[in-house]
């Protein structure tokens, strides 16, 4: 039904996570190329160990946001921002420069699957998002995992399309999906089927699944 209204052609989402498995055959034909602010080069590879395809740690997250915004939108292209280690963690200075770097490089939509419970005390990622969203670009955010109200950052910042996750009936959210006003919508974010680098697929759930879904469509 979505591909029915539109397939994502003529659009780039911008992915920061933890990069992308260039290989996994679902993402052939999708990439443009991105950045990895990890290492401050080009390669922007999903890597690190995989030991059974259900339920990974970090480590093919990107791919697999990745592949889920292929699922939703087959002709956007995706741009790769590796702005997390495998062990899922980066900086602010890095997520704001990567979300400014992928609106010059012309990205329509920005996807990011992961956040914060704490409040940022610098202004950097938010002052960047204003800019982000001045020059016409969707920011969509991950509510979070903890099934409480507690904002979720930057999913709570001003401006950003804030998503919670339902369940695989699409009638209720999840029980560990944050919720409350400040979130913007609700997509599925149980039960997901996408890549893993290595070929391998795998089932995951989180806001960090929905969000992909919003940015795909």
């Known amino acids: 039904q979505a591909h029915s209204q539109s397939t994502g052609a003529g659009v780039t989402v911008a992915v920061l ?3 992308v498995d260039p290989s996994a055959a679902s993402l052939v034909g999708h990439l443009v190329p991105g950045w990895n602010y990890v290492k401050d080069n080009a390669n922007t590879n999903d890597v690190g160990a995989l030991s059974v395809p259900t339920h990974p740690t970090s480590a093919g997250h990107g ?8 699922l939703v939108a087959p002709e956007a292209k995706i741009m790769p921002m590796r702005v997390l280690n495998t062990a899922g963690c980066g900086t602010i200075y890095g997520v704001a420069q990567a979300a400014l770097d992928a609106v010059a490089d012309g990205a329509q939509v920005i996807n990011i699957s992961f956040g914060t419970d704490t409040a940022p005390s610098w ?3 938010a002052d960047a998002i204003s800019q982000v969203r001045a020059a016409g670009v969707v920011v969509v955010a991950a509510a979070g ?7 979720h950052y930057p999913a709570a ?13 699409a009638t209720s959210l999840t029980t560990f999906s944050d919720r409350g006003d400040w979130v913007s919508l609700a997509a599925p974010g149980e039960d997901l089927v996408g890549p893993l680098p290595g070929g391998q697929y795998a089932t995951w ?8 879904i919003v940015s795909g469509e």
């Open 63 to 70: 791919t697999f946001v990745s592949g889920l915004i292929a």
């Open 123 to 125: 202004n950097v990622l």
């Open 157 to 169: 910042q001003s401006g950003v399309l804030s998503v919670a996750a339902t369940d695989s009936s």
């Open 145 to 151: 995992n903890d099934g409480t109200t507690e904002q």
């Open 205 to 212: 759930a989180g806001t960090s699944m929905a969000a992909p």
């Open 17 to 19: 996570d933890t990069g």
